[in-house]
Structures are given as structure tokens and as C-alpha cells.
């Protein structure tokens, strides 16, 4: 493959004092792909979200993120919001973030803030109620709609976010994300929560997301009938490292990676060195 | 009744607070004897004192089932709610708007409700910062400060209309609000609240202490006062102007301007109203509802908090600027006295009384604020204490504000198609 890939993760060290979270993290994630991020509590898959997507700024590493259109961003480079709003990351977290008072309609069309803010020349013309500005909140409500079928809210569009169910929470803030159109979605532990028919229908929601989209999405979970199921590749971290990359099978077998998740004895340890 | 055992018993303990607090402060008393004072008792006093307390509570506890219930029944018929709260928003501006043309309506009454009229428009100003973007504002009263003093000093020094000044001084005001903006950026609840106070409190005291400038404590008067489209409101207009009454043939009367007036901030308020109505449905007012709900998510969605915390303060400033001018206007004579913190924390009970948010509860919980002081002036001192029981009943009844119902934005059924 020449081309660039989507995320090309070089290098990256996240330091916080004395404490290494992340060392020395180099991977890739290609559009239509799904890319899952796995290891133990703690490995430091959060903080790389967190680098990702502006909340925090990497020690050292180089994060470039390549549109479909060949246009390349350096998110280390980017504030906060300019990474969802220019490069186009798109992502949830971990604890639901919604806008809990908000209806589920109201959510979806805050996220295309962007969008919307320019139709409405800067609120200037959104004053006046331009035409402009009106055919632009309709498309807005037009891909909100889209985004409510596909996860099966539309009848409960009017709703107050915190209204919801947990599951529909999670749906939703999935639905949110996309609104954004972004290039890559980055989804926290998705499945938290969820059981296993919630479970099941999020890998259906996500393989769709793959196919009719044709965007990366870049997963942490830590329930492996999702990861197995869906992704393409498995990135496995353990205290901050890379300890084994590969498509999911290989990784299971992987012995570094059963020995960070089931542990080993000190007997053991001694033996293996 | 189950619970008149606990409610008794919760009574009487608050009766017993009561009795330990009046009995030093109202027990005793000190007359005048033969020898120097004398001491007497007035356990009478502290026993009234008790029994009322007592009682009062035991009111409470019986009627607070009531009150729940109210509460659930009415939050239960809320659509049906909403639509009569909407109604309810057009007939009051229907009875602001004929008030002037009442029998009834003398000098006294329309000074009144020129005065409400002014605390809502600050009200509604402030709810854009509270209520929408859950900014904690305690130094609002700064940009109402603002505001008057660019009207008085522009009209002072440079002789300029009241009609040029009012946009001047909401545009100084909103100036000052990104000022206050940008050190309050990453601040939030009641970390923000202290540095607005204390921004509120630096524009008072500077409005004191720079004599030269603002004239300090003297304030400034004879502030020129508006015109109607440049005739003036007097009964002996200078050369060659006809005044208000000449142009119109009627006998000159002082009613004319307090109307004019009232009509003044009827406008400005209805304004105020209608650009928070519109600006909800438009994308930064979204963004300043979603920053009041979570920060971090806006971040991740794109939009910027800079730009919605620092618009907010702007804009919410802007309208009291605005307000300020009037207030000036309105007057002739402005001090630093009318700017001190209790007008901040009026106007923040009247935002947070009608329901943060609403803007019909605003308009209802600044009649009751500012109304109820007003006309229960002849109760003296025992005004305030009408005012707090007020308060206390408004929050015991709806303890999220009168009208805590947030109407959506948007929905699927009636939004555009």
C-alpha cells in the first residue's frame, strides 16, 4: 500500500511528572478499517485518546492524520476543538459526555455547530433568518434524521438526553459523534454497560458505520466479543507499551499478550529471563 | 395523619432554636431606673416568639404534601403547560403595552412599572448569561454601570443624542464583557461567581474614586434627557425647536415624558426578549446551552469555548448596557450608589426565581421582586420581611424557579420540514 495511511500514530510519549503512560507508541489505523486499542486497566489506552483528540498535548511523538482527500494534519500541532473541527476527529468518552437537558434532536444538531455557525453568517444572518441559513439548518435536521434511524431513536427525537436508557445513551452519543462527519471516530469503550443484545447490535452499528462511511474507527474495549468480532486490527498495550499488534486472531494467541492479561508468577518471570 | 407525630416533634425543635435565639436577644431589657438602668424581663416576648416559630413550621410540614403534588401535577400536564406559559407571555406584553391608556394609570404607576420593565430587560440580559450559558454572574451590575456612565459622559462632554449613545453605550458595555471574559476563561460555579464580584466591585470603586472622571461620589446630573425624534419633553423648549406638546397641540404635561419613558423600555425589554428567543434557535445559542451542559463534549464536537463563553458575556452585557442608558436617561443623575452589589444579587434572584431559562418566569419573578417592595411601601419595616416570606414561599413552592420547563429548540414533529 502507498498510500498514507489514515492515523500514523510515530513514536508517541505521553509523560505525566516521573510516570511514563505512554512510551514510545508508533501504530497505524486505515480508513474502512476498524482499529481496537486493548490491554489490562491502566495500559494507557485513554491517554492516547486523550492525545489524539487535544486533551492532552503528547511529550514527544508525532500524531498525522491523512484525509481521503490527501489533505494531512499534525494533531499534536492542533488545539482542542480545531482537531474535531479542521481534521476531523470525531469521538466519545468513556463516562457518557451528552448534553443531558438537551433533547436527542438537539444534541445532533449541536454537533454540526460548525457547519450551522457559518450558514448563519456568525449568527448575523441567523437573526434575520436568511434563506441561506434556514437550507442549511434543514440539511442539518436531514443528517440528524439519518443518524436517529440508524440508531433506532427517531421515536424518541424530543426526548431529554438523560431521559434515555443507558444503552441509548451510548447509541446516541455514537450518533452525535458521526454528526460531525469526521474522518475517524474514536470510540471509548463502547460496549461498557451494555448486554449482550446491546452488544450485538453496536458491532452491527459499527460494521455499518465502516461500510457506508468509509471512515477509520479507532475502538479501546475491553469486551473482547466486540473486539474478536469486528476489528481488523488489534493494537495491545501493556503499562504504555506496544507488547503485540496483528489482526485478532494472531493476537490472541499472542503469549505476551496472555501473559498481561492473565499474569504470571514471579516463579515464572525468573524462569523467562 | 401518619407523619404528625415527626412534624410535631420537628416543630417543636425548631421552637426550641427559636426560644435559645429570642431569649438573649428579646428576653431582657435595660429601662431607665432611679438608680442608673434597671433590669426588666420580657419572657412573654420570647415565648410568642416560640409559639410562632412553631407553629409557622408546623404550616410548613402539613402543606408540603400540597405543595409536591402541585408540583407533579403540574409538571405532568408541562406540554399542555408550555402552550399556556406562551399564552400567558402574550398577555402580559398585551397589558404592558395598554398599561399608559388605563383610567387608572397615574404618574405613580407607570414610574413603577417603568422600573420593573427595567429590572426584567436586566433580568432577561442576565438569564442569556445564567440561565443559557450557565455562567454564575454576581457582578452584572457592572455593564448596567457601564452602560450609564458612557451614556452620561458621551451626552455631558460630547454633547451626543440619547438615540447615538444608546448603541455606544451597549457596544462600551459588551466591551467591558469580554474584559471581564478573558481572565474568567477557565473558571467555573463558584470560582467564576467570586471574580465577578469582585469585577463588579472594581467598577464601583472605580466609578468612586476617579473624581475627575466620573465625578466620583457627586455622580453626575442634569443628564440630557431623550427627545421624541428631537422634540423635546419640556414646557419651554429653546429657540426655535418646538417642543413635544407645540407639535402635537396638546398642553404641555410632565405625564408625556414618563410615558414616552415607558414605552422606551417597554421596546428595549421586548428586544431583549425576542433576540434570546430567536438566538436559542441559532447555533451559538445552542453551543451556550451545550457549554452550560458539558464543556468537554462541546470541545470534542468543534466548538470552540473561547468564542460561546466570551459571546455570551458580550451579549448579555450588551443588554445591560443598554438598560444603563436608559437607567440614565431616565433619571438625569447617576451615582455610584445605584451600582452596588445588591442590584447584582436583585437581578440574579430574579434570573434564578423565574427559572433559569424562561423567559416569561423572568418578567413574572421581576414584578414580584421589584413590585411587591414597591407597593408594600407603607408596611415601612416590615417591607423587607414581606419581600424574604415572598421569597421563601416562591422557592418552598417551585424550587427550581416558576417556570423551570426548557422548551426544546427543535424537534422532529413541528420543526422545519
Given at each position: ?273 | ?276 428567543v430567536r438566538i436559542r434557535k441559532l447555533p451559538l445559542g445552542r453551543a451556550w446551552e451545550a457549554l452550560r451542559e458539558d464543556e468537554i463534549a462541546c470541545k470534542a464536537l468543534g466548538i470552540n469555548p473561547t468564542m460561546v463563553k466570551l459571546s455570551a458575556f458580550a451579549l448579555g452585557a450588551m443588554f445591560a448596557g443598554f438598560a444603563g442608558s436608559f437607567f440614565a436617561t431616565r433619571q438625569g443623575f447617576i451615582s455610584p450608589d445605584s451600582f452596588s452589589f445588591i442590584e447584582s444579587a436583585l437581578i440574579l434572584a430574579i434570573a434564578v426565581l423565574g427559572g433559569k431559562g424562561s423567559q416569561v418566569g423572568v418578567a413574572l419573578a421581576a414584578i414580584l421582586l421589584i413590585g411587591i417592595p414597591e407597593w408594600f411601601r407603607e408596611l415601612a419595616q416590615y417591607r423587607m420581611l414581606a419581600f424574604g416570606c415572598a421569597m421563601v414561599l416562591i422557592m418552598v413552592w417551585r424550587p427550581e424557579g416558576l417556570m423551570s420547563k426548557r422548551e426544546p429548540t427543535v424537534s422532529l414533529k413541528d420543526g422545519p420540514p
Amino acid at each position: 500500500m502507498t498510500a498514507a495511511p489514515l492515523l500514523a500514530v510515530d513514536h508517541l510519549t505521553m509523560r505525566f511528572g516521573g510516570l511514563v503512560a505512554i512510551g514510545d507508541l508508533s501504530f497505524q489505523a486505515r480508513h474502512k478499517e476498524i482499529t481496537a486499542i486493548i490491554g489490562p486497566n491502566g495500559a494507557g489506552k485513554t491517554t492516547v485518546f486523550n492525545c489524539l483528540t487535544g486533551f492532552y498535548r503528547p511529550s514527544s511523538g508525532m500524531l498525522s492524520l491523512t484525509h481521503r482527500t490527501g489533505e494531512r494534519f499534525l494533531l499534536e500541532r492542533l488545539d482542542g476543538h480545531l482537531i474535531a473541527r479542521t481534521a476531523k476527529v470525531a469521538r466519545t468518552f468513556q463516562n457518557i459526555r451528552l448534553f443531558s437537558n438537551m433533547t436527542v434532536l438537539e444534541n445532533l444538531i449541536v454537533a454540526q455547530h460548525t457547519a450551522l455557525m457559518k450558514a448563519s453568517l456568525f449568527t448575523l444572518g441567523g437573526l434575520f433568518n436568511l434563506p441561506s441559513y434556514r437550507h442549511a439548518e434543514r440539511r442539518a435536521l436531514d443528517l440528524a434524521r439519518h443518524w436517529l434511524d440508524k440508531v433506532n431513536l427517531t421515536a424518541k427525537a424530543d426526548e431529554a438526553a438523560s431521559a434515555l436508557p443507558y444503552g441509548d445513551q451510548r447509541r446516541l452519543e455514537i450518533a452525535r459523534a458521526m454528526c460531525t462527519q469526521p474522518e475517524i471516530l474514536c470510540l471509548d469503550e463502547p460496549a461498557a454497560g451494555l448486554n449482550p443484545k446491546e452488544s450485538a447490535d453496536l458491532n452491527q452499528l459499527l460494521l455499518a458505520i465502516k461500510a457506508e462511511e468509509g471512515i477509520g474507527i479507532l475502538l479501546i474495549e475491553h469486551d473482547m466479543s466486540v473486539v474478536m468480532g469486528i476489528s481488523d486490527h488489534v493494537v495491545v498495550l501493556d503499562y504504555g507499551r506496544k507488547i503485540a499488534e496483528g489482526p485478532p486472531a494472531f493476537v490472541r494467541a499472542d503469549a505476551a499478550v496472555i501473559r498481561a492479561y492473565l499474569g504470571q508468577d514471579d516463579d515464572a518471570k525468573e524462569d523467562a529471563c | 395523619m401518619a407523619r404528625l407525630p415527626f412534624l410535631v416533634k420537628d416543630a417543636g425543635l425548631a421552637a426550641l432554636v427559636a426560644l435559645g435565639l429570642a431569649f438573649p436577644m428579646a428576653g431582657f431589657r435595660l429601662p431607665d431606673g432611679a438608680s442608673g438602668t434597671d433590669l426588666s424581663f420580657r419572657f412573654d416576648l420570647v415565648a410568642a416568639a416560640a409559639a410562632v416559630v412553631f407553629l409557622g413550621r408546623l404550616f410548613l410540614g402539613l402543606s408540603r404534601p400540597f405543595f409536591i403534588s402541585t408540583g407533579q401535577k403540574l409538571a405532568a400536564k408541562s406540554t399542555g403547560l408550555s402552550k399556556r406559559i406562551h399564552w400567558g407571555g402574550y398577555v402580559l406584553a398585551g397589558i404592558a403595552f395598554v398599561l399608559p391608556m388605563l383610567p387608572f394609570a397615574d404618574r405613580n404607576l407607570i414610574d413603577k412599572a417603568t422600573l420593573i420593565l427595567i429590572y426584567v430587560m436586566l433580568g432577561w440580559g442576565l438569564n442569556i448569561v445564567v440561565g443559557l450559558a450557565g455562567l454564575l454572574d454576581l457582578g452584572y451590575v457592572a455593564f448596567y454601570a457601564v452602560g450609564a456612565y458612557s451614556y452620561a459622559l458621551l451626552s455631558l462632554h460630547f454633547g451626543l443624542s440619547f438615540w447615538i449613545c444608546l448603541p455606544l453605550s451597549g457596544l462600551f458595555a459588551a466591551l467591558f464583557g469580554i474584559l471581564l471574559g478573558f481572565p474568567v476563561l477557565r473558571l467555573r460555579g463558584d470560582y467564576l461567581a467570586i471574580v465577578t464580584l469582585g469585577f463588579g466591585e472594581i467598577i464601583r470603586i472605580i466609578l468612586l474614586n476617579w473624581q475627575n472622571f466620573t465625578g466620583g461620589p457627586n455622580g453626575i446630573s442634569s443628564i440630557q434627557r431623550p427627545g421624541f425624534f428631537g422634540l423635546p419633553f419640556t414646557a419651554d423648549p429653546p429657540e426655535g425647536v418646538a417642543s413635544f406638546s407645540d407639535f402635537f397641540g396638546l398642553d404641555y404635561s410632565t405625564f408625556h415624558r414618563v410615558v414616552f419613558l415607558y414605552y422606551l423600555i417597554l421596546a428595549l425589554a421586548l428586544l431583549t426578549n425576542f433576540f434570546t428567543v430567536r438566538i436559542r434557535k441559532l447555533p451559538l445559542g445552542r453551543a451556550w446551552e451545550a457549554l452550560r451542559e458539558d464543556e468537554i463534549a462541546c470541545k470534542a464536537l468543534g466548538i470552540n469555548p473561547t468564542m460561546v463563553k466570551l459571546s455570551a458575556f458580550a451579549l448579555g452585557a450588551m443588554f445591560a448596557g443598554f438598560a444603563g442608558s436608559f437607567f440614565a436617561t431616565r433619571q438625569g443623575f447617576i451615582s455610584p450608589d445605584s451600582f452596588s452589589f445588591i442590584e447584582s444579587a436583585l437581578i440574579l434572584a430574579i434570573a434564578v426565581l423565574g427559572g433559569k431559562g424562561s423567559q416569561v418566569g423572568v418578567a413574572l419573578a421581576a414584578i414580584l421582586l421589584i413590585g411587591i417592595p414597591e407597593w408594600f411601601r407603607e408596611l415601612a419595616q416590615y417591607r423587607m420581611l414581606a419581600f424574604g416570606c415572598a421569597m421563601v414561599l416562591i422557592m418552598v413552592w417551585r424550587p427550581e424557579g416558576l417556570m423551570s420547563k426548557r422548551e426544546p429548540t427543535v424537534s422532529l414533529k413541528d420543526g422545519p420540514p
